[in-house]
Nanobody
């Protein structure tokens, strides 16, 4: 059974950094797409960043230049380096995986088959 487990969230001050990690397990073939989404209670999940099987990365406009997504295939781990954090970055962040696909990863949450439980990021002044 595929499992995704996030870690690395926490509380930081404006301008600080966090590194989220997502350890994936329970599969034979690596996911084609892995992504980080964020969600505010009562709202839809929004893609923050994604990386596909060819290493192509996509970012939400609000995080370009500040966040970096990477994948360690040997460790089956997805990372999100979050720099220059702002209060508006505060949210629950989720790791997601999709095993079938081609081309660029979809920004639509419904296209992903597996999800972690999330890790909270809080940025305060």
């Amino acid at each position: 059974q595929v499992q995704l487990a996030e870690s690395g969230g926490g509380s930081v001050q404006i301008g600080g950094s966090l590194r989220l990690s997502c350890v994936a397990s329970g599969y034979i073939s690596s996911p084609y797409c892995m992504a980080w989404f964020r969600q505010t209670p009562g709202k839809e999940r929004v893609r923050v960043a994604s990386i596909d099987g060819n290493g192509n990365m996509r970012y939400a406009g609000s995080v370009k230049g500040r966040f970096n997504i990477s994948k360690d295939n040997a460790e089956n781990t997805l990372h999100l380096q979050m720099n220059t954090l702002k209060p508006e970055d505060s949210d629950m962040y989720y790791c997601a995986a999709r095993f079938v696909g081609n081309g660029m990863c979809s920004p639509v949450a419904a296209e992903y088959n597996y999800w972690g439980r999330g890790t909270q990021v809080t940025v305060s002044s």
